[in-house]
């Protein structure tokens, strides 16, 4: 049997690497997932308060007070993982939870019940109150590869805000409801895919108006919103309608957004914010929210209602993992000294 060079086998190694993570895309975050976090969920001063419908992944800490996570879920399924560490005071996890790091259940406010089983990397510092079972594993966390989700997020984030990847009859109009102010009117008329671009003025305005998209209902809708700083809805509420287009079909895109906040009102459709830190402290989103870390205000947080985003995106060439780029290298180099002792 030949005997491979050792630069040869930790490619292979590596490429095995690239592989199991080249599986990950867009649409299984985003159709898998309730929340989808690349850093943390609320902080050690301030926990999050809410309700999740649906399934959480967070990749950095998580810390929760009174919050049910999966409320609508199935409990023989996942329904949260947490890259680092997790405390939660209070509420109930609705199926099966993993902790990569430290997992602390206090029982000030009644402590937390498990419909399922708890899997943590770290300590098991205070137990829940109910489980099904609690197992030690040092990979707990390692079913999600976050930085490749979190560079797959951004990836098809900047290439939704590319307006040059669209062509006139995906592109939709953005219009103001005749005799109103801050009414927009988002018309697109493309059966499969309809694209808008609106500024974040344009979005902030909307907390005094109101918010409609007509779209075919075959269609999936990509809203862009430029800029640095977003807001949606506040301070006040805006009236939000959709004609022919369902809530699962509706992206809003910022690309270019750090920050994010959505307050008093309730959104219809997904949020992808691979680069933003989003602070929602009251109102709904029926949709999935992707973004880099989540926050909210004492006691009060908002509310994310389980509607998947199910739309239909462009196909988008995955980003090359660094093992991928490793496999390149140090296959040439392999060749090389192969070559090399030929030579000799």
């Known amino acids: 049997m030949m005997k491979l060079p050792s630069a040869l086998l930790l490619a292979s190694g590596l490429f095995a690497a690239a592989q199991a993570n080249a599986t990950l895309s867009f649409s299984s975050i985003a159709g898998s997932y309730n929340l989808f976090l690349s850093g943390n969920l609320g902080s050690s001063s301030v ?14 800490n ?19 993982v947490v890259g680092g560490s997790l405390t939660q005071n209070g509420g109930t996890i609705n199926g099966n939870a993993y902790v990569g790091g430290n997992a602390s259940f206090p029982t000030n406010y009644g402590g937390t ?12 510092n205070s137990a829940p109150t109910q489980v099904g079972t609690t197992t030690h594993s040092a990979s707990a966390a390692g079913t999600l590869d976050f930085n490749a989700a979190e560079a797959t997020l951004q990836q098809t984030s900047a290439y939704l805000a590319n307006s040059a990847n669209f062509g006139a009859s995906q592109t939709g109009t953005v219009s103001v409801a005749p005799w109103t102010t801050n009414n927009y009117v988002l018309t697109g008329t493309n059966s499969s895919l309809n694209v808008f671009t609106m500024t974040t003025a344009q979005l902030a305005a909307l907390s005094s108006g109101s918010f409609t998209i007509n779209a075919p209902s075959s269609s999936t809708v990509v809203i862009n919103i430029t800029g640095s700083s977003a807001t949606f809805g506040a301070p006040g509420n805006f009236g939000f309608f959709l004609n022919g287009v ?16 959505i307050s008093g009102l309730g ?75 030929k030579t000799h």
Request: charged share 5%; glycine share 14%; proline share 4%.
């Open 267 to 341: 959104v219809y459709g997904s949020i992808l914010a691979p680069n933003a830190a989003v602070t929602f402290s009251n109102g709904q989103l029926n949709g999935t929210l992707m973004a880099a870390s989540l926050s909210g205000s004492q006691w009060q947080g908002g509310q994310l209602n389980s509607v998947a985003f199910t739309g239909t995106l462009p196909t988008i060439s995955p980003v090359p993992e660094p093992a991928s780029y490793a496999l390149f290298g140090l296959g040439f180099a392999g060749l090389l000294l192969r070559r090399r002792r």
């Open 47 to 60: 926990a999050y308060s809410g309700d999740t419908q649906g399934a959480m992944a967070v990749g950095g």
């Open 246 to 261: 369902s809530a699962s079909h509706v992206l809003f895109n910022l690309d270019s957004a750090t920050s994010v906040n």
């Open 113 to 124: 019940t498990i419909n399922g089983s708890l899997t943590y990397g770290g300590s098991l």
């Open 62 to 80: 998580a810390w929760l007070q009174s919050y049910s996570v999966a409320a609508t879920s199935n409990a023989s399924g996942t329904a949260l």
